[in-house]
Structures are given as structure tokens and as C-alpha cells.
């Protein structure tokens, strides 16, 4: 299953708001973030289709493996989302879900995500994302190449 790391936070602080495990603070570094199951980067640009016309993500840190980029949202999107009526919430999900072709619910998700857009806009922040997934795959060697394992 797929994941998304989300966090606010300014793009220069990507690194410890997703990698530093908190072992040199007091646990309270000022980040908010969420961990929202079963969405993918797939799942976000049919949101951003649907609610901002497109979507256009930018990558912020490229690590050594897939599990280690950031990628900042769409300013449209956070823009959309933090415009999002309650009343238009439910309708909103039904839409992403149909357009995402999942028959997992999203309304949960889109709530935690228009209130995670709200908190960014007001901080005058970016909200940042890492994707992660505990599905299968191959094995890598200590140099990154698949050893078919």
C-alpha cells in the first residue's frame, strides 16, 4: 500500500521535517505532519485535475532512493483546497475517487488535506510530501542496483 508523508514546512527544512528522526530535539520542531494511507502522487494530480485545472508538483530533494524525495504540492492546489467548503467536501471525494478510479473512500483525506492547506496558507508555508509504500519489490545492492531477489 502506498503512503503520503505530508508536512508543512519551508522547503529548505524538507530534510528533518521527513528524514531526521527527532533524536537531536525535544520531539516538538514546530512541523506539522500526517501520514495519509493509500494515497500516491497518482491519487494527488487527478485531485489537482479536478479541483485546480492541472497539477504541477516540484521536486525539492532528490535523495539516493525513491523513498527519499520530497516533492512540494501545487501552490494551485493548496490554493484550491484551502477554498474548499464544507459543503462542497463530500462531492469533491466522490469526484477524486471516481476520477482516481479507487473505490477506497476519500473523504477523509480530502479533509485532512484542505486543513493541512489551510494551516500552510495561513503560515505562509508550502506543504511538502514524501511518498512511501510496504509493497513487494526487488532488493538492491549496497551500489542501488536491483539484484532480482
Known sequence: MFW????????????RAFFDDGSDT???DGIARVRIEGLS?????HLGMLLAGGYTPRLVLDG?????IVTEMDPKLVAALAGLGEDA??????RWQAAAGTERGLAEALATL????????????PVLYAQ??????????????????
Open 64 to 68: 539516493d532512493s525513491a523513498d527519499e
Open 114 to 125: 484542505r486543513d493541512f492547506a489551510r494551516q500552510a496558507r495561513a503560515a505562509g508555508l
Open 89 to 94: 467536501l463530500g462531492d469533491a471525494a466522490f
Open 26 to 28: 525535544d520531539g516538538d
Open 132 to 149: 512511501g509504500s510496504d509493497l513487494p519489490g526487488e532488493e538492491e545492492d549496497e551500489y542501488g542496483d536491483e539484484t532480482g531477489d
Open 4 to 15: 503520503l508523508d505530508i508536512a508543512i514546512a519551508a522547503r529548505r527544512d524538507a530534510e
Open 41 to 45: 502522487d497518482f491519487e494527488l494530480a
